[in-house]
């Protein structure tokens, strides 16, 4: 663990600090936004599961109130012609997930984000841990890893994890502690180590 932990610790002490603590203040601040922007953004992390998350803000640049208005035939074309890999499914799923959007403060008022994230997990098509975990932290909650595979794949390299076959809930909630442990030791929490981990394997700073 002690070679991932300098890495980190050098990114902590370099300019990426910098943009990684204002992604992080935006992030705490997005929850304050409307039930119609935090739905846009369930809408984004639907899109990202299989799927890249730059390709993903694009495609929620383009089609921004389109995920509270276009009808599933309108939406899968408009994923279709964006490049989406999966956009029958994806525009199904955003669809179906619409009964919820007027929903989506109270529950960020009344669950705390662990219940929060399974209630996601139930209750939204598309949405599996790493997906909700993703849609929480993009709205401000701290304490939740995003585990997707170039998470998976730096811990697996510095030998922290072994690569799972499957992400079951039990291997998602194994490799979240890990990153807890790493949190911990480096003073950071979910939502600041998971930048700083992303950066160490793409070198990019996104959301």
């Avoid at 663990?1 to 902590?12: C, V």
């Avoid at 993903?56 to 509270?68: A, E, K, M, S, V």
């Avoid at 499914?89 to 007027?102: F, G, P, Q, S, W």
């Avoid at 529950?107 to 399974?118: C, G």
Wanted: some cysteine.
């Amino acid at each position: 663990m002690e070679k991932i932990l300098n890495k980190i610790n050098e990114l902590k002490c370099s300019d990426i600090k910098l943009v990684i603590d204002k992604r992080v203040n935006e992030f705490r601040n997005f929850n304050k936004k409307s039930n119609k922007e935090l739905f846009k953004e369930l809408c984004f992390c639907i899109l990202t599961a299989n799927f890249t998350a730059e390709r993903g803000i694009n495609i929620q640049n383009t089609i921004g109130d389109g995920f509270l208005t276009l009808t599933q035939a309108q939406l899968a074309n408009k994923l279709k012609e964006l490049g989406h890999r999966f956009p029958n499914t994806r525009a199904k799923y955003i669809v179906e997930a619409r009964k919820h959007k007027d929903e989506l403060k109270q529950l960020i008022k009344t669950k705390s984000e662990y219940e929060l994230r399974e209630w996601l997990v139930q209750n939204v098509k598309g949405l599996g841990y790493k997906e909700a975990s993703h849609f929480l932290r993009n709205i401000g909650y701290q304490n939740l890893a995003i585990a997707d595979f170039h998470i998976v794949d730096i811990l697996a390299d510095h030998k922290l994890i072994e690569k799972p076959k499957t992400m079951t809930k039990n291997k998602y909630l194994e490799v979240e502690k890990v990153l807890q442990n790493i949190g911990s030791k480096c003073n950071l929490c979910m939502s600041e180590l998971d930048l700083y981990l992303w950066y160490l394997e793409t070198g990019k700073v996104l959301k």
